[in-house]
T-cell receptor
Framework: LAKTTQPISMDSYEGQEVNITCSHNNIATNDYITWYQQFPSQGPRFIIQGYKTKVTNEVASLFIPADRKSSTLSLPRVSLSDTAVYYCLVGPRSDAGNMLTFGGGTRLMVKP | DGGITQSPKYLFRKEGQNVTLSCEQNLNHDAMYWYRQDPGQGLRLIYYSQIVNDFQKGDIAEGYSVSREKKESFPLTVTSAQKNPTAFYLC?????????????FGNGTRLTVT
């Protein structure tokens, strides 16, 4: 199973771009990379998912290099409401069952 | 609206009692999961089920039990054998169990055992 490593915490200011990097050195060929956002006392919410290169949606971009051993979640022009914990999750190998394991996440604090 | 419903939001029990947490989904998802979250920590997988009448242990299954008699329901029982049951419990579902489809989470049940 692919283990992920993320920074424990990050600080930013409103209006800045925030990049959170996740390392996943033993990612499997059929694994996808998925990012979730969690606010206090709520369940995590899906942000974005990708397999390789770059994926963009209305809230974020995900950059994945060719070797896929890391990925970077990019949040453009953050606001105070983006203060949350962000989790990087690498998808399960179908031949190993469905053990979707979360790491500790990155606690992002956006300041005014 | 489709989604996952966890009830109750807050639950209080005395030590030594079993307690069952409810999780219902109307997303027609095959796979369902239970996670535990302790203060300031990430999520740890307790049990997961890829299909009705089948489930597997996650990383921390000791002291917990589940059933999956219906596609839409995946109740979790916290037994008296669980040494530290006080935690935030999250239920999730995904379209299938093996295609990397994103997880959809409920809003959790906060269990306090005294």
């Amino acid at each position: 199973l692919a283990k992920t490593t993320q920074p424990i915490s990050m600080d930013s200011y409103e209006g800045q771009e925030v990049n959170i990097t996740c390392s996943h050195n033993n990612i499997a060929t059929n694994d996808y990379i998925t990012w979730y956002q969690q606010f206090p006392s709520q369940g995590p919410r899906f942000i974005i998912q990708g397999y390789k290169t770059k994926v963009t949606n209305e809230v974020a971009s995900l950059f994945i290099p060719a070797d896929r051993k890391s990925s970077t979640l990019s949040l453009p022009r953050v606001s105070l409401s983006d203060t949350a914990v962000y989790y990087c999750l690498v998808g399960p190998r179908s031949d190993a069952g469905n053990m979707l394991t979360f790491g500790g996440g990155t606690r992002l604090m956006v300041k005014p | 609206d489709g989604g996952i419903t966890q009830s109750p939001k807050y639950l209080f029990r005395k030590e030594g009692q079993n307690v069952t947490l409810s999780c219902e989904q109307n997303l027609n998802h095959d796979a369902m999961y239970w996670y535990r979250q302790d203060p300031g920590q990430g999520l740890r997988l307790i049990y997961y089920s890829q299909i009705v009448n089948d489930f597997q242990k996650g990383d921390i299954a000791e002291g917990y039990s589940v059933s999956r008699e219906k596609k839409e329901s995946f109740p979790l029982t916290v037994t008296s054998a669980q040494k530290n049951p006080t935690a935030f419990y999250l239920c999730a579902s995904s379209r299938t169990g093996g295609d990397n489809s994103p997880l959809h989470f409920g809003n959790g049940t906060r269990l306090t055992v005294t």
